[in-house]
């Protein structure tokens, strides 16, 4: 390919270089780190390599959410977002470290140096993940399969930690094969594949789809994209509304969206539907608190830090409310966040109804910390 490029570029003028550019297949690469939390720490320190290490949450399962287990622990059933004193009854033998998000953050900035060598189209997701648009071949590789083996390679021999790559046409199909062969696996997913890969995947799979929709389409007898196939245009659109646009053409292995390096962030929230509606402010509190948590370490994964909160209560009629409370100066702590989504959960105008859906997102970040406008990124809880 890059031989091609080079004869197109010399024949053609240079704005359709680009056009041609934008004509070819593209080479996206989505690269997630194993573990991550966990395994920088059997990294450093040697006597926990090999065993069931649970980063965040306190010993014993005495308090907080687990951020991640290692893969000895997740044998056991431990994962992220379990309460530590589940997590502590799956596997006693655990073994809770406190996070250290300033290590993370730096490692995190080290597998992105590492991208950069390859290309300069890199779109981070969080600490750990990023699409990388290798179309391009910066490095003059060859292949989108040999760059991904490359920086795998390089995350492992200066970072001595694995990096697992899913390789494709698009985003959607680049993040779903990233995960296909975790730990330390490389899937690349070529465009004759794509079409079966995706009318097998069950809808559960769905990159963005969250357990509602997912639901939804199980209930409607739709439990793989094959099922998905057989809808019109039309009829997705009515069941799912915008989504179901954007449903209709990935079936088909159809996905635009492009890599965009530095996209802001608008928000950072998470959110959780709950199987059973829930009654009362005692039995929200703690949702509340759990949902904090993951939104307090978002916060610091992306190192954002902002003025306002907002709670989102869904009912189980599906009426949904937000209520925002700003202060003066920035935060990124887990107890200002709990402390306004419980006080706004208070406030008189939040009726009593059963709940279906608590969220909490942070906005209004300090402008020092990203300036460019873009699009909001709300993250979902699972
Ligand atoms: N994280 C968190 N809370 C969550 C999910 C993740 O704090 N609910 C943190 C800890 C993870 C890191 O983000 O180490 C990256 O998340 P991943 O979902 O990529 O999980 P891991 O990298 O830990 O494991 P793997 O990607 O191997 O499944
Ligand atoms: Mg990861």
Same mark, same amino acid.
């Given at each position: 390919?890059?031989?091609?490029?080079?004869? /197109?570029?010399?024949?053609?003028?240079?704005?359709?270089?680009?056009?041609?550019?934008?004509?070819?297949?593209?080479?996206?690469?989505?690269?997630?780190?194993?573990?991550?939390?966990?395994?920088?720490?059997?990294?450093?320190?040697?006597?926990?390599?090999?065993?069931?290490?649970?980063?965040?949450?306190?010993?014993?399962?005495?308090?907080?959410?687990?951020?991640?287990?290692?893969?000895?622990?997740?044998?056991?059933? /431990?994962?992220?977002?379990?309460?530590?004193?589940?997590?502590?009854?799956?596997?006693?033998? @655990?073994?809770?470290?406190?996070?250290?998000?300033?290590?993370?953050?730096?490692?995190?900035?080290?597998?992105?140096?590492?991208?950069?060598?390859?290309?300069?189209?890199?779109?981070?997701?969080?600490?750990?993940?990023?699409?990388?648009?290798?179309?391009?071949?910066? @490095?003059?590789?060859? !292949?989108?399969?040999?760059?991904?083996?490359?920086?795998?390679?390089?995350?492992?021999?200066?970072?001595?930690?694995? @990096?697992?790559?899913?390789?494709?046409?698009?985003?959607?199909?680049?993040?779903?094969?990233?995960?296909?062969?975790?730990?330390?696996?490389?899937?690349?997913?070529?465009?004759?594949?794509?079409?079966? #890969?995706?009318?097998?995947?069950?809808?559960?799979?769905?990159?963005?789809?969250?357990?509602?929709?997912?639901?939804?389409?199980?209930?409607?007898?739709?439990?793989?994209?094959?099922?998905?196939?057989?809808? !019109?245009?039309?009829?997705?659109?009515?069941? #799912?509304?915008?989504?179901?646009?954007?449903?209709?053409?990935?079936?088909?292995?159809?996905?635009?969206?492009?890599?965009?390096?530095?996209?802001?962030?608008?928000?950072?929230?998470?959110?959780?539907?709950?199987?059973?509606?829930?009654?009362?402010?005692?039995?929200?509190?703690?949702?509340?608190?759990?949902?904090?948590?993951?939104?307090?370490?978002?916060?610091?994964?992306?190192?954002?830090?902002?003025?306002?909160?907002?709670?989102?209560?869904?009912?189980?009629?599906?009426?949904?409310?937000?209520?925002?409370?700003?202060?003066?100066?920035?935060?990124?702590?887990?107890?200002?966040?709990?402390?306004?989504?419980?006080?706004?959960?208070?406030?008189?105008?939040?009726?009593?109804?059963?709940?279906?859906?608590?969220?909490?997102? /942070?906005?209004?970040?300090?402008?020092?910390?990203?300036?460019?406008?873009?699009?909001?990124?709300?993250?979902?809880?699972?």
């Amino acid at each position: 390919m890059p031989g091609i490029l080079r004869i /197109v570029k010399r024949v053609l003028p240079k704005e359709k270089v680009s056009i041609f550019l934008s004509l070819k297949v593209r080479k996206i690469i989505h690269i997630d780190m194993d573990a991550f939390y966990a395994s920088i720490e059997q990294r450093d320190n040697p006597e926990l390599k090999g065993k069931p290490v649970i980063v965040g949450g306190l010993p014993q399962g005495r308090g907080g959410v687990v951020a991640t287990a290692s893969y000895e622990a997740r044998r056991s059933g /431990v994962r992220s977002a379990m309460s530590s004193k589940q997590a502590f009854q799956l596997c006693p033998e @655990a073994i809770f470290i406190r996070p250290r998000f300033e290590i993370y953050q730096e490692v995190s900035s080290q597998i992105r140096d590492i991208f950069a060598r390859y290309t300069d189209l890199i779109e981070p997701l969080s600490l750990d993940e990023a699409f990388l648009d290798v179309t391009a071949d910066k @490095a003059g590789i060859g !292949s989108a399969i040999a760059i991904a083996q490359q920086i795998r390679q390089a995350i492992k021999d200066e970072l001595k930690l694995t @990096a697992s790559a899913g390789v494709s046409i698009n985003k959607f199909v680049a993040k779903i094969a990233s995960d296909m062969n975790k730990p330390d696996g490389l899937t690349f997913i070529g465009p004759s594949r794509i079409e079966k #890969f995706m009318e097998k995947l069950p809808v559960e799979k769905f990159y963005g789809v969250g357990k509602v929709t997912a639901e939804k389409m199980r209930s409607l007898g739709l439990l793989t994209g094959a099922d998905v196939k057989k809808l !019109s245009e039309g009829e997705l659109v009515r069941n #799912f509304g915008k989504s179901g646009k954007f449903f209709f053409e990935i079936v088909r292995g159809i996905d635009e969206r492009q890599v965009e390096p530095n996209r802001e962030t608008k928000s950072i929230g998470a959110e959780d539907t709950f199987q059973k509606d829930l009654l009362t402010k005692e039995d929200m509190v703690p949702e509340l608190e759990k949902i904090a948590m993951i939104v307090h370490d978002r916060l610091r994964k992306h190192d954002l830090k902002g003025r306002t909160v907002t709670l989102k209560v869904k009912y189980h009629d599906f009426k949904t409310i937000t209520r925002s409370q700003s202060g003066q100066s920035v935060f990124d702590d887990f107890q200002t966040i709990i402390d306004v989504a419980v006080s706004l959960l208070a406030k008189p105008d939040v009726d009593e109804k059963p709940v279906r859906l608590l969220g909490i997102s /942070v906005s209004n970040f300090d402008d020092g910390f990203r300036t460019a406008v873009g699009e909001s990124r709300q993250l979902k809880l699972f």
